[in-house]
């Protein structure tokens, strides 16, 4: 369930970032440690440095160097994360409620079908997910895929899914939602093109109460 | 007027000990002075401290093995819950109160906080707050929706028994003490300095207060609007926060992290003004950018309003408005950088010293450091989306919270406590616990990130061990095992250091401020007379004939070295200048605090029991106990100037404009139209944002009733700006008559509003009948009041309280009916205009 061990490009593109900031937060703590630690064991060290230096160049300075190509690329790197909306992209319906997570395939051949606490997707697929609740607020989260969203009463929210090769992984409820919270676990299948198709040929029509989420995006 | 002018430092220390001391015995429950209330906010808050980390300890204990069954889900819940809120609300913020209420008149010179009794009523509401929460922990009933009590999940449908009303009525009635701490922190400092003691020489653990509670007094108005609109959801099933109804758990997310982040703020600001204080002393150097921490001060304050939406990543909001926060999320670092690298600047041209004290606040620089860089991480959306509601999360806020406020309040106890108990350490033990709490600190959580990266969410009772994750969970139970060993023996120390420590001599660090030019421990009244300040640095100046300032005040050689008509008396000044204004007359111990909060516990208790009429009974009790602190306090004559000692003078402050309860009066308004902003904002956000909307029925408020509110409202604001007109001040059936026309009006607007609410086709239907009745509700309620404060005024004119020369009762009165006509008639606008929007 690593965030870090990652199966998909969302995942794969959080990962990345998460090295890129442990190093630079590392080198920024060890700067500033190491800066504590000599005004202890060469005091008066910066009796000549003037005040400007320590305010401008620490307090201002440095942060901005910091943070402004952080901020860009983490920008950048969300945008790509982002759900594109393209209508191409195959569409499931999920619906969280206490404690059961439900999948409706809404583009199957043949009409709407549906699975319970497994989520069948192709693999190499993008696929997106429109999530809501019919209870409290929940958090549709596959550690390994992508990041989570939150599955709220009266809203949809949506998240981008691709795994890059066939496999199951593991998903859990990161919201917490009453006594089995942690009982609200999925899975997700990625599965090979053909196999793929003949597991959602294999499960039921969607009966019509856990149709395509309402509310307000 | 027998003025005792006395040199002889014993007699006047008598005199001045007789006045302001505290009977013992079950005298003490009377006690209202700063010095014995701020020490008991402290004791009462490590109290809650102990209960909260013992909370913690059965977490770990339940978390160190997979699959434990120690505790079940139903337990850990409560558990889990009850360790975060006890944290945040009982422990951390009622300890900087204390400690600030403790030292601030210290630091100022003055005598004491500007509202004494309302800091025993704080107290007291914090105490029986405090308790209803530990008592329903005790019952089983505790609280279980997490600390942050998301709707749905914490609605009537989903928790149907008693535990969430606890917390949310619990909470409410903790939080009276913040709001009246927030305004008499502000009022004392802006007020209650020694004269001369200009913004600019300020010490700056009073610019940190300052801005914490301004923050406080805009923070807590949200979260007390949303509790009660959930309260009121569960109770009466009004619909704010179920999506079916126009409602939005959203709305509930907002109004609690409008407060929520700025709490984070309210609670590492004060921690940071202990290292701008503890630090230069054991650096044996002024700290360096005085006026650059105060603006990054006042920065991190208005930033921190604007980050609320960071804890809501995953909720589904546009990219751009994410970008948006993200980036004003990172641009705290800004300040808080500013204020580090002084500090380090501080440390690196002076000479530090490694007393204890400073060992601490090395331990919050590094701890502290880690947790502001975890900090920016999370403030970078995508990796939000990863480790949200994480044990990523867990650690980093413990990386702040502790890092951010335990080691600051850890080093400021061992660095005042020679001031509170008049003894200094006779071992080392600090040193031990030092080490064993910063060890265990770090060994519990900073693997706890990686437990959280590899996927453990926060809020889980138990793991299977297919995940990984058992080494990781068990390290962590070890070191906080280590940590609490190290906290018991923090205890321990500070317990024998109190009562069996050595006699410490005075100023034993060398510090700078005022507040060590007191005797140690303090004496009732801080300083015999107090001092005239001239620098930033007023222990190594004196006027004086000796060269040592204490010396010279203690022999009444200040201001006020003398007793007046046996009354308690410190000065106040003027905001910026730090001019001398007036003379504020305090009062001394009563037991009428604890009286009225023992009422308001009467109310709050009838709430959760749903005994609305006791309830009723108890806040207008309340009410009227709270107006009956006024009883025989005041002036029936004009005393013009008064003599103040060094051959100044000045007025007593029911004679001058801007007495401390004036002000006191105004910042409640602000933290009351913030409260009111909130609900209008909650309004309109549902109607932008809610499901199911627009709603079934549109309203066609009677335009009559709104008309004789409207005429009613305006005849109060009209007739108050009257009453306090110089002309009618003078003139007593005039004022009175003004008075009576003021109270008419509320009268008028009072009937208005009732009819309009009348008029609310059943509010349980839909969100927006709901938000409409309460919005009427609430501005009925302040009509109501009006016409109660108008008739009070009239009682205080009768009973000679009020003259030309002393107008303070009538110019608060005014403000409140000024105020509510105002709110009224925006309610007003936003019930008739709503629909027609929404209409077309
Ligand atoms: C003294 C040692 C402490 C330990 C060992 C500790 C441990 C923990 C743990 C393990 C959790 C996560 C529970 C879960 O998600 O299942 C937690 C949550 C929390 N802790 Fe602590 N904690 C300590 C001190 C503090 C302090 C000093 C504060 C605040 C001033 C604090 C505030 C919180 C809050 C707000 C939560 C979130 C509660 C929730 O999820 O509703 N903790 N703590
Ligand atoms: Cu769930
Ligand atoms: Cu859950």
């Known amino acids: ?217 | 007027m027998t003025d005792t002018t006395a040199t002889d430092p014993i007699r006047l220390h008598k005199q001045l000990d007789r006045i302001w001391s505290t009977a013992p015995g079950f005298g003490r429950l009377s006690a209202v002075n700063h010095t014995i209330v701020g020490r008991r906010f402290i004791v009462t808050a490590f109290v809650f401290f102990g209960i909260g980390g013992i909370l913690a300890m059965l977490i770990r204990a339940q978390l160190a093995t997979p699959r434990s069954a120690f505790l079940g889900p139903e337990i850990y819940n409560q558990v889990f819950t009850m360790h975060g809120t006890a944290m945040m609300f009982l422990f951390a913020i009622p300890l900087f109160e204390g400690l600030a209420m403790y030292l601030l008149p210290k630091m100022l010179g003055a005598r004491d906080m500007a509202f004494p009794r309302l800091s025993a009523y704080g107290y007291w509401c914090y105490v029986f707050g405090g308790s209803m929460l530990i008592i329903g922990l005790v019952l089983g009933l505790a609280p279980d929706g997490g600390w942050f009590m998301y709707t749905p999940l914490s609605s009537r449908t989903y928790t149907p028994g008693i535990n969430a009303d606890i917390w949310l009525i619990g909470i409410t009635f903790v939080e009276i003490s913040a709001l009246s701490a927030a305004i008499e922190i502000i009022v004392t400092i802006f007020k209650l300095r020694a004269p001369g003691m200009s913004l600019d020489k300020m010490p700056l653990f009073a610019w940190y207060m300052l801005v914490t509670a301004f923050m406080m007094l805009f923070g807590f108005p949200p979260l007390i609007v949303g509790s009660v609109l959930l309260e009121i959801e569960r109770a009466f099933d009004l619909p704010f926060f179920d999506p079916a109804r126009g409602g939005d758990p959203l709305l509930w997310q907002h109004l609690f992290w409008l407060f929520g982040h700025p709490e984070v703020y309210i609670i590492f600001l004060p921690a940071a003004g202990v290292m701008s204080t503890v630090l230069p002393v054991l650096a044996r150097r002024e700290i360096i950018g005085y006026i650059w921490i105060v603006v990054s001060i006042v920065a991190m304050a208005f930033l921190s309003f604007g980050l609320w939406v960071h804890h809501m990543f995953t909720v589904g909001i546009p990219h751009l408005a994410l970008a948006f926060f993200s980036a004003a999320s990172t641009a705290v670092a800004f300040p808080t950088a500013v204020q580090f690298f002084a500090w380090i600047g501080t440390l690196a041209s002076g000479r530090p010293q490694l007393k204890l004290p400073m060992l601490f606040l090395l331990g919050f620089f590094f701890v502290f450091a880690m947790g502001g860089l975890t900090g920016v991480m999370l403030a970078i959306v995508p990796f939000n989306w990863q480790v949200h509601d994480t044990h990523f999360v867990v650690a980093h806020l413990h990386y702040v919270l502790v890092g951010g406020f335990i080691f600051p309040m850890l080093a400021a106890a061992y660095y005042w406590l020679p001031h509170f108990s008049g003894r200094s350490p006779r071992h080392s033990l600090g040193i031990t616990a030092f080490w064993l709490i910063f060890v265990g600190f770090n060994l519990t959580f900073l693997i706890m990130h990686l437990t959280g990266l590899l996927g453990m969410p926060r809020r889980i009772y138990t793991y299977d061990d297919a995940a990984g994750w058992e080494w990781l969970n068990l390290v962590s139970s070890i070191g906080s095992f280590v940590m609490a060993i190290g906290f018991a023996l923090f205890t321990v120390d500070i317990v024998l250091q109190v009562t069996m420590g050595r006699r410490a001599k005075r100023n034993p660090w060398g510090a700078k401020t005022l507040e060590w030019a007191t005797a140690m421990p303090p004496p009732t009244y801080n300083f015999a007379s107090l001092p005239s300040v001239t620098s930033r640095t007023p222990l190594t100046e004196s006027g004086g004939k000796s060269d040592n300032l204490a010396i010279d005040l203690a022999r009444g050689q200040g201001y006020l070295g003398f007793v007046r008509d046996g009354r308690l008396e410190t000065l106040g000044v003027e905001i910026t200048s730090g001019r001398l204004e007036q003379v504020v007359r305090l009062p001394n111990s009563t037991f009428i605090p604890l009286f009225t909060a023992m009422i308001t516990g009467v109310f709050f208790v009838s709430v959760l029991l749903k005994f609305y009429l006791v309830a009723a009974i108890g806040f207008v009790v309340t009410i009227a106990m709270l107006l009956m602190w006024t009883r025989g306090w005041g002036d029936r004559a004009d005393r013009g100037l008064m003599s103040v000692g060094l051959g100044e003078e000045a007025p007593p402050h029911t004679e001058v404009t801007g007495a401390p309860s004036n002000w006191a009066m105004t910042l409640g308004l602000f933290a009351n139209g913030t409260a009111y902003a909130s609900l209008a904002f909650g309004m309109l956000f549902l109607w932008v944002v809610a499901p199911n909307w627009p709603p079934p029925v549109l309203l066609d408020p009677s335009v009559l009733a709104s008309a004789l509110a409207v005429v009613g409202l305006a005849a109060a604001a009209f007739a108050a700006a009257r009453s306090v007109a110089p002309a009618a001040l003078a003139r007593a059936p005039q004022r009175e008559l003004w008075l009576a026309v003021a109270g008419a009006g509320h009268g008028a607007a009072l009937a208005g509003f009732v009819v309009l609410m009348t008029a609310v086709p059943d509010p349980t239907r839909h969100a927006y009948l709901a938000a409409t009745f309460v919005l009427l509700a609430y501005v009925a309620l302040h009509a109501a009041l009006g016409v109660v404060f108008a008739a009070y005024g009239i009682v205080r004119s009768r009973a000679g309280y009020v003259s030309a020369l002393r107008s303070l009762d009538l110019r608060i009165g005014a403000q409140w009916h000024r105020y509510t006509a105002a709110i009224g008639l925006i309610a007003l606008l936003l019930i008739h205009g709503l629909p027609r929007v929404m209409g077309s």
């Open chain 1, 1 to 217: 369930m690593s965030t870090l061990d990652t199966a998909g490009p969302a995942a794969a593109s959080i990962a990345s970032l998460w090295w890129v900031m442990l190093i630079g937060a590392t080198l920024i703590f060890t700067f500033v440690m190491s800066l504590l630690a000599l005004t202890f064991f060469r005091p008066g060290i910066g009796r000549g440095t003037p005040v400007a230096w320590w305010l401008v160049g620490g307090g201002l300075a440095f942060p901005a160097v910091v943070l402004t190509p952080l901020l860009i690329y983490a920008l950048w790197s969300g945008e790509r994360l982002f759900p594109t909306g393209d209508p191409a992209v195959a569409q499931v319906d999920v619906v969280a409620r206490q404690w059961e997570w439900t999948f409706t395939y809404r583009n199957a051949t043949g009409g709407a079908v549906r699975s319970s606490n497994t989520l069948h997707i192709q693999a190499g697929q993008p696929v997106q997910l429109n999530i809501t609740s019919t209870d409290v607020i929940h958090a549709f989260w596959v550690p390994r895929l992508a990041g989570k969203i939150d599955a709220i009463p009266g809203h949809v929210t949506v998240l981008q899914l691709k795994a890059d090769t066939p496999g199951v992984y593991r998903g859990l409820c990161a919201e917490f939602c009453g006594v089995a919270h942690l009982e609200m676990q999925f899975a997700v299948e990625a599965h090979e093109a053909g196999a793929f198709d003949a597991v959602i040929g294999g499960l039921p029509p969607a009966t019509p109460d856990v149709n395509a989420p309402r509310g307000r995006p």
